[in-house]
């Protein structure tokens, strides 16, 4: 499926007729115009140092967005350094799930910094301390709703898409900090943080390490194998008010299919999970641990191993199978077990530092 931009930057699409995925690196290209709108000065506003148990702890945020209307956005960021000499040391970006906020991770942000990585995280959009988030994913949920009800010209992308740009937007201002080495970057993410990661991270080369846990997947495959009903009960009432729209009696695939295609355009096809992978694997190959669970109904396997198995096709081909770590656990559903996430730290230290 292709896409046309209309005027602004609204990310207001039309679907065009059905074709095979562009292949990744023009995936790539069309992701990040995709998502393209104008950049604002971060305007970082610093809070307060606090030192405890050996760490620093730090909130700031910056500005990520401002609309034709005169809204913008500003990105609540947790912050956790090792303490002592100040010198430049690697980053860690850990990114939440549905319902999750900065907090949430606070204890993957000090692991982290306990190994000499800085850990960093924000709040989704319509999260945390997120401007209008409510509490757990309601608001998250109230927003993808009303983005499937606006017209295209005027709405919002909070599923996955507008924290995406936001973390684009976070690497940049990386880039830039103090005590920051901006040639080593990572990212890693639990279930919606997941997707987000192998999203922003397959097309930003600046992130050398990414993570994604419990949240590879095919969209495409779940859809076309009456998989959705996991992904789609994440977001539940958004359904809901689809399929009421459409005159369904109930969530179905066409429900999904049209809810997917507005709010996340390209997800089933071009930004698929199988289809962005592969990136990591690209000329300067960078290091990437994914872990599933084989129950897991959010991410079922059959379309995660066909993500996996594009993703070791593409490492093998540029002889990089070390940079790739792969645990698929048997018998565990959507959850992080304590073995993987000491390996996800492990794996993820090693090729920050």
């Not at 010198?87 to 939440?96: A, E």
């Not at 993570?211 to 789609?232: M, Y």
């Not at 049209?258 to 990136?279: E, Q, R, T």
């Amino acid at each position: 499926m292709r896409y046309l931009l209309v005027p602004l930057f609204s990310l207001a699409l039309a679907p065009l007729a059905s074709a095979d995925p562009l292949p990744p690196e023009k995936a790539k290209a069309a992701l990040l115009k995709l998502l393209d709108r104008p950049k604002v000065k971060p305007e970082v506003e610093e809070g307060a140092a606090k030192n405890a148990d050996d760490l620093v702890y730090q909130k700031w945020t910056f500005a990520s967005e401002k609309r034709a209307d005169g809204t913008g956005e500003r990105v609540p960021v947790l912050q956790v350094s090792p303490s002592g000499a100040n010198q430049k040391r690697p980053v860690m970006i850990v990114l939440h799930g549905t319902g999750g906020s900065t907090e949430s991770v606070r204890g993957w942000l000090e692991q982290f910094a306990r190994l000499g990585i800085v850990g960093i995280a924000i709040d989704a959009r319509y999260h945390g301390e997120r401007k209008n988030a409510g509490k757990g994913s309601s608001a998250y949920v109230a927003a993808i709703t009303k983005a499937w009800k606006a017209p295209a010209d005027t709405m919002e992308h909070p599923f996955y898409y507008d924290t995406v740009w936001d973390l684009w937007r976070l690497v940049d201002v990386l880039e830039t900090r103090a005590g920051i080495d901006p040639k080593r970057i990572g990212m890693m993410g639990i279930s919606m943080g997941g997707i987000q990661t192998w999203l922003a991270a397959a097309v930003d080369d600046r992130v050398k390490v990414a993570a994604p846990l419990i949240g590879v997947q095919s969209f495409k495959w779940s859809l076309e194998n009456d998989k959705w009903q996991g992904r789609a009960n994440t977001i539940k009432a958004a359904h809901e008010a689809a399929a009421k729209d459409l005159g369904e009696p109930a969530v179905n695939k066409k429900v999904c299919r049209a809810l997917w295609s507005k709010v996340i355009p390209g997800i089933l096809d071009d930004f698929d999970c199988p289809n962005l992978l592969p990136l990591f694997a690209g000329k300067q190959p960078r290091a990437l641990f994914i872990a599933n669970g084989d129950t897991d109904g959010n991410c079922p396997i059959e379309g995660a191993k066909i993500a996996i198995r594009a993703a070791e096709v593409a490492y093998a081909k540029v002889d990089a199978k070390d940079k790739l770590v792969v645990r698929v656990n048997a018998g565990v559903g959507h959850k992080v077990t304590d073995e993987d996430r000491k390996a996800c730290v492990e794996f993820c230290a090693k090729w920050l530092k």
